[in-house]
């Protein structure tokens, strides 16, 4: 790891990927407002709690929810954007992930009101580009999110198979429910999402990942 790994005197370098000390910063922040805004939202009597409307919210609920959180929704939404990053380097673009501080209090905000809009932020890179190389970069964050999907799968249908309940089954069924809603979403094929980029690239490869994505998104939505 000692190779692959070193810390510069402006960030750190891990597997050939450079990261400021303010993209660290801004990939922190953001995974932590995202576990915030999304422990607020799910945990209705925390909101309650913050507006000072005591109840029976134990801390350890609070906790175990925030953990989810951070491991699921937190992790989908960065890796999407990382992914993103690893393809625009590799054509040898400066690329880098910037926070939207305005956008990650809103979210914030958001989950304690009863509703979310989570954008993070976004990967920024510049350099000349064809449009196969801006299509497969805008691909790679759904086709993370749709293999961060089968990681949970497994695990998933062994808790429900089990009948294992508690921290765990929520942890698969998010983790499996937000990816797929994650990899749907942006490859709707309008305004900045991911889909309308591969879509302008490529017809075929936009239908092959979208299709799949859209319906299995929708099925998340409704049957999970």
Known sequence: MAGRQRRTATGWTVAGLSFSQRELRDLLVAWLALGLAFTFFLERQFSRIVFGQFGGLSAAEIASTFAVSLLTVGVGFLLHELAHKVVAVRF???????????????????????????????????????????????????????????????????????GIGGFLRELTEMGLQINLLLAGFNMLPFGPLDGRTVREWSKPVFLAVAVPSILLGVGALFVL
């Open 92 to 162: 040898g673009q400066i690329a880098a992930f910037q926070a939207d501080y305005r956008m990650l209090g809103f979210a914030v905000l958001g989950g304690l009101a009863g509703f979310l809009f989570a954008a993070p932020g976004a990967v920024v890179h510049r350099g000349r580009l064809t449009a196969k190389q801006h299509g497969l970069i805008a691909v790679a964050g759904p086709v993370t999110n749709l293999a961060l999907a089968v990681v949970f799968l497994v695990p998933f249908f062994l808790t429900a198979s089990m």
